[in-house]
């Protein structure tokens, strides 16, 4: 897995805009991402990886 996203001081998992590129660029490399809710629209219509889409550090951790 890849985990990408800011971390706000209240759990809160946030897009930047250096997501999209980023993760073009190593998309043969890591194939499951970790990013927000709102990266993780984005990040969907790159072909040939699953995106898990988190609001927030306790969703990510339930999910882990």
């Avoid at 897995?1 to 800011?6: D, H, K």
């Avoid at 999209?20 to 490399?29: E, H, T």
């Avoid at 969907?44 to 999910?63: A, C, L, Q, T």
């Amino acid at each position: 897995y890849l985990i990408l996203g800011e971390l706000g001081l209240d759990g809160s998992i946030k897009d930047t805009n250096t997501i999209f590129p980023l993760v073009l660029s190593l998309q043969n490399k890591f194939k499951k991402i970790i990013t927000s809710k709102e990266s993780a629209k984005k990040l969907s219509k790159i072909p040939n990886i699953e995106v898990y889409g988190f609001e927030n550090i306790s969703e990510f951790f339930i999910f882990s």
